[in-house]
């Protein structure tokens, strides 16, 4: 999917009301606003959704080299 896109579910997800927001049913949400408001489609969210699952599945395994290499080559990493 569009690395965009992701960047973009990123940030809005940070202005959710909740810090663990699932943007399923939480009020307040950014995420679902942004759907609402035609900023974003069902699509791209399924698609983060997916990535961020893979991602997720990824950091729990014990090859951290590994996940941190995905993570980067996604341009999620950030340097501490
Ligand atoms: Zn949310």
Do not use: W
């Not at 399923?24 to 408001?37: D, F, L, Q, R, Y």
């Not at 990535?51 to 995905?70: C, G, P, S, W």
């Amino acid at each position: 999917m569009n690395d965009r896109i992701f960047v973009e579910i990123e940030n809005l997800s940070r202005m959710c009301k909740f810090t663990n927001c699932s943007h399923t049913k939480e009020p307040h949400c950014a995420v679902k606003n942004a759907i609402s408001e035609g900023v974003l489609t069902y699509d791209e969210y399924n698609a983060f959704n997916r990535d961020k699952r893979e991602e997720e599945h990824i950091l729990k395994q014990k090859n951290k080299t590994k996940a941190v290499d995905y993570m980067k080559q996604r341009k999620l990493f950030r340097e501490p």
